[in-house]
């Protein structure tokens, strides 16, 4: 696909785009879609830019950093969520998040505070117990897990009991973890064939529809029982729903429902994706699995982890950085640009769509030398401060920076010590696992793996 590609210049300017031909565009789309992409974005040390012919759908490609932070931060009010991926999400979470302008900001402000280092860090013992305990549960089956709801229903109880005040039952977690798993995997041929009208149903779209119907008979309840309530509560739901506006004007249902569920996504679902590859790299990587044992091992031993444990785990979170580099969970980034705009020479229109990925700019090679490899010490501090800064963007950037990325990164270190601590983890199949593009970077088949203490 990458010969067939060819360069041209635009409106005498001099620069150069890489332009990849009609064709071949639909057959790498239909082939192996993210190897494809990142064969093509690794051309962006060339040509300023990689554009996709889809007919009357040309998006760019921006991978390399100077342009990504051209888009989300240096020119943020000019490139916009637009049509591409967000209307579809927006149905499951809602337009606050998921929206722009004030109502994106109002909904950000009232939520931020929850999941700020701050607040998350007091809450360390509480969710240590929580996954210590769901952990032991899980390994007591005695049976292979797969390992996307293990990581799911981990994340979901320690959500629930940190913010919701177990305003939701272990079932109705549950429910609400695997609705909104099969929403974000519903997605995949909208995703990847966004020429094609919305009036036009692609596979999945049904079982999207239902997932978020789903979603509403769980959480749209939940609301009306916490109104009911003559004395507010300190958690999560109860502070929306007696929460106000800039006017004083309280949050409709829909509103509470939306940021609630905006929560569940942010907290849980992204990063029981980005867990799960976890367990695939480690079955691979024999050696990475017994340094970071060894870690664990060392710094915790057999105890309860603890907040002074996280600040040792240094290889731990090196592991979870190079994790979260090969396997973003949210992998693309689509952008539309409100006014004519001109990156690095090559002049975009108004209305195009410029695509960003984390997943093709950590495999960028002249920013990662051999880049498929795993490498926990690429994330030594050295090394860090010598890329540019969105070499590296796991969690977006700018005003739509993710809001969960402290609470992942406490509950991802959580659970592998509460994992490695006492059991020893392995894949019964060990079968090469591929990524799948949806709208979350999912592994193409279930990820199995079987927890046996580590005295069996």
């Known amino acids: 696909m990458v010969s067939n590609a060819y360069p041209y210049r635009r409106r005498g300017r001099g620069s150069t785009t890489t332009l990849v031909p009609f064709r071949r565009t639909l057959a790498a789309l239909a082939g192996e879609p ?58 499951l979470i809602g337009g606050g998040l998921g929206n722009e302008g004030s109502a994106h900001a109002a ?9 700020a280092a701050r607040n998350v860090d007091a809450l360390i013992d509480l969710m240590a117990a929580t996954t210590v305990e769901t952990v032991d549960e899980l390994a007591a089956s005695g049976q292979s897990l797969d390992a996307t709801m293990a990581m799911t229903r981990i994340m979901h109880r320690t959500l629930v009991r940190a913010f919701f005040a177990d305003r939701i039952g272990a079932a109705e977690a549950a429910a609400l973890g695997e609705a909104i798993s099969v929403a974000f995997t519903s997605l995949g ?10 009036g036009v149903p692609l596979p999945g779209e049904r079982a999207f529809r239902r997932a978020v119907r789903r979603v509403d008979a769980i959480v ?74 060894g870690e664990v091992h060392r710094v915790v031993g057999t105890g309860r982890p603890a907040a002074v444990h996280l600040r040792e785990l240094r ?3 090196m592991v979870l950085q190079e994790l979260l580099r090969l396997y973003p969970p949210g992998w693309l980034i689509p952008r539309t640009a409100q006014a004519a705009d001109v990156i690095d020479g090559v002049p975009i229109d108004a209305g195009a769509t410029v695509l960003l990925s984390p997943y ?10 051999r880049p498929d490899d795993f490498d926990p010490h690429r994330f030594e501090p050295e ?3 010598a890329r540019p800064r969105f070499a590296y963007f796991p969690f977006g950037g700018g ?45 193409c088949q279930p990820v199995r793996i079987e927890l046996r203490p580590c005295a069996a």
């Not at 041929?189 to 919305?198: K, S």
């Not at 999560?236 to 569940?264: I, M, Y």
């Not at 093709?360 to 030398?369: D, F, G, N």
């Open 107 to 115: 909904s950000r402000s009232r939520i931020q505070p929850l999941l």
């Open 399 to 443: 005003t739509h920076q993710c809001l969960g990325s402290h609470f992942f990164t406490v509950q991802a270190q959580l659970i592998v010590v509460s994992l490695l601590r006492g059991y020893r983890i392995s894949r019964p199949s060990g079968e090469p696992v591929q990524p799948r593009a949806s709208v979350t970077l999912r592994p």
């Open 189 to 198: 041929a909208r995703l990847l064939l966004p020429f094609v009208p919305g």
């Open 220 to 293: 749209y309840p939940l609301i009306r029982r916490c109104r009911r309530e003559s004395v507010p509560g300190n958690d999560l739901v109860s502070l929306l729903c007696h929460a106000r506006d800039a006017r004083g004007v309280g949050l409709d249902d829909r509103q509470v429902r939306d940021d609630l569920v905006a929560v569940f996504v942010a907290g849980s679902e992204t990063a029981a994706v980005a867990l799960t590859w976890l367990w695939v790299v480690l079955d691979g990587h024999p050696d990475i699995a017994a340094a970071l044992t």
């Open 315 to 317: 290889y731990t979170r």
């Open 34 to 91: 993210l190897a494809a992409l990142a064969a093509l974005a690794g051309q962006g040390d060339a040509a300023a830019l990689v554009r996709l012919d889809l007919g009357l759908f040309r998006p760019y490609l921006v991978a390399r950093p100077e342009h990504v932070q051209h888009v989300l931060v240096s020119h943020a009010d000019n490139y916009l969520r637009g049509e591409m991926l967000w209307k579809p999400v927006r149905l």
């Open 360 to 369: 093709l700019t950590h495999r960028l090679p002249y920013l990662w030398p």
């Open 383 to 385: 090394q860090v401060r």
